[in-house]
Nanobody, 123 residues
Framework: QLQASGGGLVQAGGSLRLSCAAS????????MGWFRQAPGKEREFVAA????????HLHDSVKGRFTISRDNAKSTVYLQMNSLKPEDTAVYYC??????????????????WGQGTQVTVSS
């Protein structure tokens, strides 16, 4: 089970750190990703990190603002979000994958999903 937390309401330009904790599973066995879904829009890829943390992927829209990291000892993956914009408003989901490809954009690559945490950025 994946449990995402850390969402909330923040003003534009502010920061939030999302956490995704794994229970009942060994997080280090999985490559992890973050997706988001805004109202009326499809779920979109945000970031991914390989099982050992060496390699990451970020969507172009968040490069330079967001950072994905993980602490396998704590079975937790993080998404540090800085310089937030109103267009970042969405429900954010973490997900686990057993595969790693040159890009990890496809939601179908991920086997397990968390319940989502709401991020709202006010202008």
């Amino acid at each position: 089970q994946l449990q995402a937390s850390g969402g909330g309401l923040v003003q534009a330009g502010g920061s939030l750190r999302l956490s995704c904790a794994a229970s009942g599973r060994i997080l280090s066995s999985y490559n992890m990703g973050w997706f988001r879904q805004a109202p009326g829009k499809e779920r979109e890829f945000v970031a991914a990190i390989i099982w050992d943390g060496i390699t990451t992927h970020l969507h172009d829209s968040v490069k330079g603002r967001f950072t994905i990291s993980r602490d396998n000892a704590k079975s937790t993956v993080y998404l540090q979000m800085n310089s937030l914009k109103p267009e970042d408003t969405a429900v954010y989901y973490c997900a686990a994958s057993v595969v790693w490809e040159p890009t990890m954009y496809r939601a179908s690559l991920y086997r397990y999903w968390g319940q989502g945490t709401q991020v709202t950025v006010s202008s």
